[in-house]
């Protein structure tokens, strides 16, 4: 039991830590504003009709808007401007 819980306990933190050097590695990138992209409740930053991240209320709304690599914005479908 003891032999499990440890596993249980080291998996967890090697979890975290390649989960931050994961985002370590994001930081590095330059990124824009993408509109027309962000699912339902995974926009990245408020708009005019709302003041917070994770609020979007439709699909695909051109209001909203999420972080993408620079240069990528119009090769997932989305707009560097909003509509």
């Known amino acids: 039991m003891r032999d499990k819980l440890s596993i249980i306990l080291v998996t967890g933190v ?4 390649i ?3 994961a985002a370590q590695d994001n930081d590095d ?7 027309c992209i ?3 409740g995974r926009n990245d930053c408020a708009t005019n009709s709302h003041s917070c991240a994770g609020l979007a209320t439709k699909d695909f709304d051109c209001s ?6 620079s240069g990528s914005c119009q090769e997932v479908g ?3 401007e909003s509509k």
């Open 19 to 21: 989960a931050d050097i």
């Open 78 to 80: 989305g707009s560097v």
């Open 38 to 40: 962000a699912k339902a």
């Open 64 to 69: 909203e808007w999420m972080y993408v690599a």
């Open 14 to 17: 090697l979890s975290l830590n």
């Open 29 to 35: 990138v330059p990124q824009e504003k993408c509109y």
